[in-house]
């Protein structure tokens, strides 16, 4: 739009001044060749066919000397192209010299340096559009990521109270419980009454199932908490789209943290490859070896552009190299047949 405006003001001050100069002549021709050139020029980016029109103009401007009242028009467009070295192009205006034609290349000039500024400050400010914008995305999905991280520390911190609870509660009544049951044995061996040892029994049964049914709900607190198949096989039914298999052979008894930290990996690849693949199947597998856990999880989706899916994907593969890491472990990913992870964790 500012280019428009711009050649409109030097083409209503080349009008004026051409049927000023010229009042019995016929200029429309002329000036439709020299606007035809003009606006061609604003359309092609090939640099070569503009020298060859811009030769062309100069040609038409020795074969008749009116074409040098449109100069101006022209010159707009060559001092965007090639800068200083339009000065040597100057002096084409004096083959049919006039003073307001002079003052409208300077002008023309003027404008075209004013114009290229402004195109270079544009280009510059979409630059730092484009970053912010790169910048803010980076920022919701770091924040996302920080989201995850938290709800992640709560759930450990409630797993670490409540075990902390079961412990107590197998500490203190278990001990409790255990000491009554043996007091009452004492109680049975003193007495001579059958009656009161009948009822001593009774009593010591019926603490012996309570020390039983407490041991049972401690233990399903901790196989609850612990219960990491169990959660990624919740994960798979999320996604009814993608058929989902999982092979699960870790029989270590694995920490709390490690669990949730796995389970975090699981999660994030899973849901990767809901957003961002056209995978109909995904394969999970989970291995315990020697020195250290194995984690696969690879999709057979075709669809995708690296680049892209990578960007996308950064914060997510950022977590998982950081677990990696905190196990002194590898994180790896490869494009072969689909999108694959594999990550170990070290043990010990």
């Keep these: ?5 711009e050649k409109s003001f030097i083409i209503l001050f080349c009008l004026y001044n051409t049927y000023k100069l010229n009042t019995s002549k016929d200029l429309v021709i002329y000036f439709l060749i020299s606007l035809t050139i003009s606006l061609t020029l604003d359309l092609l980016n090939n640099g070569k066919i503009k020298t060859i029109i811009y030769f062309s103009f100069i040609l038409l401007c020795f074969y008749h000397k009116l074409f040098i009242f449109y100069f101006p028009l022209i010159l707009y467009n060559m001092c965007l192209d090639f800068k200083a070295y339009t000065v040597f192009i100057l002096p084409l205006i004096f083959m049919n010299f006039s003073t307001t034609n002079l003052l409208a290349s300077i002008g023309s000039i003027y404008l075209s340096i004013m114009a290229r500024k402004y195109n270079i ?26 989201k995850i991280d938290k709800e992640k520390n709560i759930h450990i911190a409630i797993l670490t109270e409540r075990n902390r609870i079961a412990r107590e509660l197998h500490d203190s009544i278990g001990h409790s419980i255990s000491s009554s049951i043996l007091q009452i044995e004492a109680l049975k061996v003193i007495s001579t009454d059958s009656h009161v040892i009948k009822n001593l029994d009774l009593l010591q049964n019926t603490l012996r199932n309570g020390m039983d ?46 669990k949730l930290d796995i389970l975090s990996i699981v999660k994030e690849a899973i849901t990767n490859c809901a957003k961002h693949s056209n995978a109909t199947k995904l394969k999970i597998s989970l291995l315990s070896q020697p020195k250290f856990h194995s984690i696969t999880i690879k999709d057979n989706g075709s669809k995708f552009d690296k680049k892209s899916s990578l960007k996308n994907k950064g914060i997510g593969f950022l977590s998982m190299n950081e677990i990696a890491n905190k196990y002194n ?10 999108f694959k992870i594999h990550i170990t964790l070290m043990k010990g």
């Design 1 to 5: 739009m500012r280019r428009f405006f």
């Design 121 to 146: 400050v544009l280009y510059e400010n979409k630059i730092v559009r484009d970053e912010l914008k790169e910048d803010t995305l980076y920022l919701e999905k770091y924040n996302k990521q920080l």
């Design 213 to 258: 049914d407490i041991r049972k709900s401690i233990h399903n607190l901790y196989s609850e908490s612990l219960d990491l198949k169990n959660q990624i096989e919740k994960l798979c039914i999320e996604i009814p789209t993608i058929d989902t298999e999982l092979i699960y052979k870790i029989e270590d008894e694995l920490g709390y943290d490690l």
């Design 329 to 338: 472990g590898f994180f790896n990913y490869v494009f072969d047949d689909g």
